[in-house]
């Protein structure tokens, strides 16, 4: 197929030199050759042509061989030009005395068989103009109007010969146009001229674009075609070496339209062309992986790691990447096989998605905590979030069209395998940096540039920051440690404070309030957009094909199939189900409001008996027939062939009743008649052949082959195998949207089911109904998916986390709604649609955790859950729309507009979300703190001090004295209860109050954190006593020998000081706090 436009959009094609541009680039390109198997293959090998019956006179065959065209419709058919398409190659030489060099540029059918009439008796030429007459073969192109009346080859006969008067190529082209078998090769005006407008009378004033179709046989056609031929007898002829030839000549016409093109560039015209084949050769060509974008985005996303967070998250990208390579090898071990989603898409949107768990992993680093205790709090989260993806992306691949059922699938698996590169693999490489800081490796030392100070200064000060102890609470100072970036502080900064104020909090309920009425009322609008287009390169010739196509044509054919029927006894039915597609509007009728009985089967079938029933009545009239079955001279071929028709009962053991010959009919009330059905099969299918193949029957089992002749007394005619499948060609016209191809796609199947519910097996077919068949049910499987993603989240809500997050859930499924309501309904709406879920739900899972696990208010608990995670939600989401930034260039349009725009709107709408609208609502009608406070409204207690460690065990040593001094034995330093009682003593006691009130380093005014101020208040009762010991020298003597040397010469001078004067307080309370 190929089709004309303007450069000019706006300009019309109504002018003789479109036409013949037209006619010359077609004519070039049908004249390439392609050589497979050792054999030249051309146009007239592969195309469908025009059967002629079998006359059994050599040279009239090898006439009709040679002289029979190709069938491509084309808006040149209007014109005499159309002849010169048609050949032959070499001139036809009638043998005889006839014309020479005989093409249909000069051909006249007529005038041809009129003057071999005269010349050649011993033919039967009424067979021949009767077959002529049958298929509406007249005069050929030579009654029809020239496109330049100059040329020097235009026919004296045509209207316009050498006329100066500019040609009305608009009102030819007006109903369509005609081959050379008019009957049978009717161009309908849809079908090759697009983008008309007509005046009041109907005709076509403007054209946008001109179409020509050539005609090929398909694989099964050509493989029958050429079976006996001795031309392929040595290659091994076999239905795939059919389809390799018929493809590589695609190839080749395609190439050579580019090049006519590239060759002309200063033509006013484009010219696209299309065939499966093309097509499939550009899929698989765009559908590799682009290495290089590939190493564009890991280096980008790297980089961004490194500056937003540290070196580790250009190792942790690495590791999301070869996790990702990791899960596609195993989705192919599993048969899932790799389709262009999977090398241009998935890649990056599966590593974007992992890093916001990523982030999170990293923020929790920078907290001071080690591998194990991230893992504890992080773990659950991501193990979540995994599950969630890898249960939405399972239900989207409900949608029945294979390849987003495959992505779907190895999506879930990906989801898998990164969280447990992230829980498995990732932890390692934290641990390996806690190590290389302790080794202080070059790179690891500066990592955490101003919180160590700050963590040592404060950790002595108070027990909170002590990461053993205080990394359970939320408190500000261990956030304000976290390395941020810019747009988290302005978040926590700015744009907390503000949402938070009670106007702009009614603001935005107002505002949310119309948004959702907004959406609610354009998604009740929303169309379906699933053009063939979007998914091919928008390089190609057949993307720009489509694109015209639909734009300008709207033009498809299909077939209605039939299969395991009775035909004989159901023909009254089969008529029933053909009128039955009257009443689809955009179906092609003809000028008299019905359809076109020329394309049925069974009507031509029924045809051609009624006119041999009547070629044997007027035989009979003229006594041509005896009574007994026998014929004379003078009968026709046409009356031979009936007698032996009507002599048929169709049953095997007795096939002739020569005695309903004359009582018997054909066709009785349009209905053949039902006993020798399959052996009027027989005849039809080879006498009648130019019928048998106009209608496009694929009749299966091939009907035999029976050809009559006068000289042939034997009346028995073979009886073709009971058809199993058949098949009724039907158009469609004017279907430019999406909306009108779902709308007539859906009557047309009502009318095959209300059939098939009446016993008549049948369905549609072709590529409108291989495309869009799938998205017929679509708007159910997509509540369907959307019911059981809302009962899958709300389940692993409920199991995995806790029953009160169901109301999270619910929220992300009302946002993502209400955000996917600004697009039309495409392929891509399930998968994407659940990509939109995931995106919308996580981060606000995220927030809602924050907000359960804080303590204080509900305004207090919203600033604290944004403070801890609108880091890793930006960064996250940041860093996903740099991944799938490489798919805004990407050549298929689908990819470029449905996939990347979903992406771009999903990042924007989680953003928003659970920044602004959700964190406004927890802050209205928020839950409850999971956490309850005993003693406080706005924070846990304070931890008690750590336990002293007991003390190490002391080696008791005594001084070196004679085993006779009993003293030293005795002598001990008594204990606080023996002082008292041994001596006389005086005792103090004091009961200070001490209270230590701390602020965070950022004020009010000035930090992010806000004020956040800590009091510790401590009672102390301590009792201090004098004592006059027993033994005072010995005994200071001894405990000076028996102490450190650090506090020898302290407990020395406490001793000599107490001697000379025990009524110093001063000196007193020295010793005894030492």
Request: net charge positive; hydrophobic share 40%.
């Amino acid at each position: 197929m190929i089709v004309q436009t303007a450069v000019d959009p706006d300009s019309s094609l109504l002018y003789t030199n479109a036409l013949l541009e037209h006619l010359a680039l077609l004519q070039q390109a049908t004249q390439v050759t392609i050589t497979m198997f050792d054999i030249t293959w051309r146009l007239k090998d592969i195309c469908q042509s025009a059967s002629v019956p079998n006359f059994d006179v050599h040279y009239i065959e090898q006439i009709f061989e040679n002289i029979m065209p190709c069938s491509i419709a084309t808006p040149l058919d209007c014109f005499w030009e159309g002849s010169k398409l048609l050949g032959p190659d070499y001139a036809v030489h009638i043998p005889g005395g006839g014309p020479n060099h005989v093409k249909w540029t000069n051909l006249n059918p007529n005038q041809l068989v009129n003057s071999m009439k005269q010349k050649q008796t011993n033919f039967d030429y009424y067979s021949l103009e009767d077959y002529f007459h049958r298929a509406g073969i007249t005069s050929g192109y030579q009654e029809k109007p020239c496109l330049n009346p100059r040329d020097p080859e235009c026919p004296q006969s045509a209207p316009n010969y050498n006329s100066t008067q500019p040609l009305d190529i608009g009102t030819h082209l007006t109903s369509g146009c005609y081959g050379f078998a008019a009957k049978y090769m009717h161009w309908p005006e849809e079908l090759i001229v697009g983008g008309v407008s007509k005046n009041k009378l109907g005709h076509i004033r403007r054209a946008k674009a001109l179409q020509s179709v050539v005609q090929l046989m398909d694989k099964h056609e050509l493989h029958e075609f050429w079976a006996d031929s001795y031309k392929i007898h040595h290659i091994g002829w076999s239905q795939e070496k059919a389809s390799l030839i018929l493809h590589s000549w695609q190839k080749r016409f395609a190439q050579e339209v580019e090049r006519l093109m590239k060759s002309n560039m200063s033509s006013s015209y484009l010219f696209n062309t299309f065939s499966t084949a093309t097509s499939n050769k550009g899929l698989m060509e765009h559908s590799k992986i682009d290495y290089f974008k590939l190493r564009i985005v890991l280096v980008v996303a790297g980089i961004y790691g490194w500056i937003v967070q540290s070196g580790l998250a250009t190792l942790g990208v690495l590791l999301l990447a070869s996790s990702t390579a990791a899960g596609l090898g195993v989705c192919s071990l599993l048969g899932l096989p790799m389709n262009l989603l999977s090398t241009h898409v998935l890649p990056f949107l599966s590593v974007g998605l992992a890093m916001r768990e990523m982030f999170m992993i990293l923020s929790m680093q920078n907290r001071n905590l080690t591998p194990s205790e991230i893992l504890q709090r992080a773990g659950p989260s991501i193990l979540t979030a995994a599950l969630m993806q890898s249960a939405t992306f399972l239900i989207a691949a409900i949608v029945p069209i294979p390849a987003l059922r495959v992505f779907c699938l190895q999506c879930s698996i990906l989801s898998i395998f990164h969280a447990a590169a992230l829980l498995l693999i990732f932890p390692t490489l934290l641990a390996l940096q806690v190590r290389c800081r302790k080794a202080a490796v070059p790179c690891f030392r500066n990592e955490s540039k101003a919180a160590q100070p700050q963590n040592a200064s404060n950790n002595n000060n108070n027990n909170n920051n002590d990461p053993e102890l205080g990394a359970n609470l939320l408190t500000a100072e261990i956030i304000c440690q976290q390395k941020k970036s810019i747009l988290s502080l302005f978040v926590n900064h700015y744009l907390v404070k503000i949402i938070l104020q009670p106007v702009i909090k009614v603001l935005l309920c107002v505002v949310y309030l119309v948004l959702i009425a907004f959406c609610i009322f354009n998604g009740l609008k929303l169309e379906y957009d699933v053009r063939l287009s979007s998914f091919l390169p928008k390089s190609t010739q057949e993307h720009r094909y489509l694109e015209a196509q639909n734009e300008y044509f709207g033009f498809y054919n299909f077939f209605l199939v039939t299969r395991e029927l009775e035909y004989p006894l159901n023909q009254p039915l089969l008529y029933e189900y053909h009128r039955s597609l009257t009443n689809v509007p955009h179906v092609l009728k003809d000028s008299n409001g019905g359809l076109n009985m020329n394309d049925f089967w069974l009507a031509n079938f029924r045809d051609f008996l009624l006119d041999l029933q009547e070629e044997f009545d007027q035989n009979k009239s003229n006594n041509c027939v005896s009574r007994d079955g026998k014929w004379y001279s003078n009968a026709t071929e046409k009356a031979v062939l009936a007698i032996k028709l009507l002599a048929q009962t169709g049953v095997v053991e007795f096939p002739v009743d020569k005695s309903q010959i004359f009582s018997k009919k054909l066709v009785v009330n349009n209905v053949i008649d039902r006993k020798a059905f399959y052996n009027y099969l027989s005849v039809w299918s080879c006498n009648d052949q130019m019928s048998y193949s106009s209608s496009r029957a694929n009749l299966w089992p091939k009907p035999f082959q029976y050809y009559s002749s006068k000289s042939e007394n034997d009346l028995k005619i073979p009886k073709s195998q009971p058809l199993v499948y058949t098949q009724m060609p039907f158009y469609l016209k004017n279907l430019r949207t999406t909306s009108k191809i779902m709308e007539t796609l859906k009557q047309i199947k009502e009318i095959s089911d209300s059939y098939n519910s009446r016993g008549l097996k049948n369905y549609p077919v072709g590529l409108i109904f291989a495309y869009f068949n799938q998205f017929l049910v679509l708007d159910r499987l997509l509540l369907a998916q959307l019911a059981t993603t809302v009962i899958a989240s709300n389940l692993i809500a409920a199991v995995l986390i806790k029953w009160t997050k169901l109301w999270c859930s619910l929220f992300s499924i009302l946002a993502g709604l209400l955000l996917i309501g600004f697009l039309d309904i495409s392929a891509m709406t399930g998968t994407m649609g659940a990509f939109h879920f995931i995106v919308i739900s996580r981060n606000i899972t995220l927030t809602l955790s924050g907000f359960l696990s804080a303590l204080g208010n509900k305004e207090k608990r919203v600033k604290m859950s944004l403070e801890i995670n609108a880091d890793s939600i930006l960064k996250g989401d940041i860093g996903l729309l740099i991944c799938a930034s490489v798919l805004a260039t990407s050549q298929f349009e689908f990819i470029q507009y449905d996939i990347f725009t979903v992406v771009l709107i999903s990042v924007c709408g989680s953003v928003v979300s659970s920044l602004i609208f959700f964190p406004v609502l927890l802050a209205l009608f928020g839950p409850k703190e999971e956490l309850q406070s005993l003693e406080h409204n706005d924070r846990i207690s304070t931890p008690p001090p750590p336990p002293m460690p007991p003390p190490p065990a002391k080696t008791q040593t005594y001084p070196r004295t004679q085993r006779r001094n009993i003293n030293s034995k005795t002598t001990r330093e008594p204990s606080l209860t023996t002082i008292t009682e041994e001596s006389c003593n005086q005792s103090i006691v004091v009961e200070p109050q001490v209270t230590v009130e701390y602020t965070s380093p950022e004020s009010s005014s000035s930090g992010p954190c806000g004020p956040y101020t800590t009091k510790v208040t401590a009672t102390a009762n301590i009792k201090v006593e004098l004592v006059t010991p027993v033994y005072r020298s010995s005994k200071c003597s001894s405990k000076c020998h028996r102490t450190k040397c650090s506090r020898r010469q302290q407990q020395c001078k406490c001793c000599k000081q107490d001697s000379e004067s025990s009524d110093s307080s001063a000196e007193t309370e020295t010793c005894s706090n030492s």
